[in-house]
T-cell receptor, first 118, second 118 residues
Framework: GAVVSQHPSRVICKSGTSVKIECRSL??????MFWYRQFPKKSLMLMAT?????????EQGVEKDKFLINHASLTLSTLTVTSAHPEDSSFYIC??????????????FGQGTRLTVV | AQKITQTQPGMFVQEKEAVTLDCTYD???????LFWYKQPSSGEMIFLIY??????QNATEGRYSLNFQKARKSANLVISASQLGDSAMYFC???????????????FGKGTLLTVNP
């Protein structure tokens, strides 16, 4: 399958600072990437859809000024958590769209980033 | 309304036995895709299997097979010959086309925690 790499896997930051998370498609080009947030023992919640060369589409209730998304190339999308607070502590995971067979699209995920804000 | 329903919060199976994880979905879109992902304790989301709404045959990938019953809107995952390494959280997800092309969204169920006993 397609390889999606996410970095860092873990990060601890101080309250008020910003943290950048990278999501890379290693062996394919991804025009669309997705950012999810997952609380402990919960399902994945889509935060935003990242489109190469255009503004990200945020889901309802997600603060676009707090979670900045940049998709500057076909292989890289970044999520920056700005002015992080303890309530932003969570598991963040990205995925990239990929053609499984024919015209069917699927999603391959990165390894995820566990963010802890202290 | 919940679009993906996984009614089994937890399941137990003996090593080498088969297990079925339930998933029902709700959509009015004639074109959709169904996915199963495995999430071990490390957090990464591992793609297992995909079923398109127009696929006539049930999808199979090694020890994984998808029991697709379109009229009942169910897409159960069957794992044959369970292994200890299969212990993980399993998520069912559905892709719905929002506006065609690659602008789609994956909706996840709440997951089922599978424990394989030796």
């Amino acid at each position: 399958g397609a390889v999606v790499s996410q970095h860092p896997s873990r990060v601890i930051c101080k309250s008020g600072t910003s943290v950048k998370i990278e999501c890379r498609s290693l062996d394919f080009q991804a025009t669309t990437m997705f950012w999810y947030r997952q609380f402990p023992k919960k399902s994945l919640m889509l935060m935003a859809t990242s489109n190469e060369g255009s503004k990200a589409t945020y889901e309802q209730g997600v603060e676009k000024d707090k979670f900045l998304i940049n998709h500057a190339s076909l292989t890289l999308s970044t999520l920056t958590v700005t002015s992080a607070h303890p309530e932003d502590s969570s598991f963040y995971i990205c995925s990239a769209s990929y053609y499984l067979k024919g015209s069917e699209e699927g999603a391959f995920f990165g390894q995820g980033t566990r963010l802890t804000v202290v | 309304a919940q679009k993906i329903t996984q009614t089994q919060p937890g399941m137990f199976v003996q090593e080498k036995e088969a297990v079925t994880l339930d998933c029902t979905y709700d959509t009015s879109d004639p074109s959709y895709g169904l996915f199963w992902y495995k999430q071990p304790s490390s957090g990464e989301m591992i793609f297992l299997i995909y079923q398109g709404s127009y696929d006539q045959q049930n999808a199979t990938e090694g020890r994984y097979s998808l029991n697709f019953q379109k009229a009942r809107k169910s897409a159960n995952l069957v794992i044959s010959a369970s292994q200890l390494g299969d212990s993980a959280m399993y998520f069912c997800a559905m892709r719905e086309d929002r506006s065609g092309g690659s602008n789609y969204k994956l909706t996840f169920g709440k997951g089922t925690l599978l424990t394989v006993n030796p």
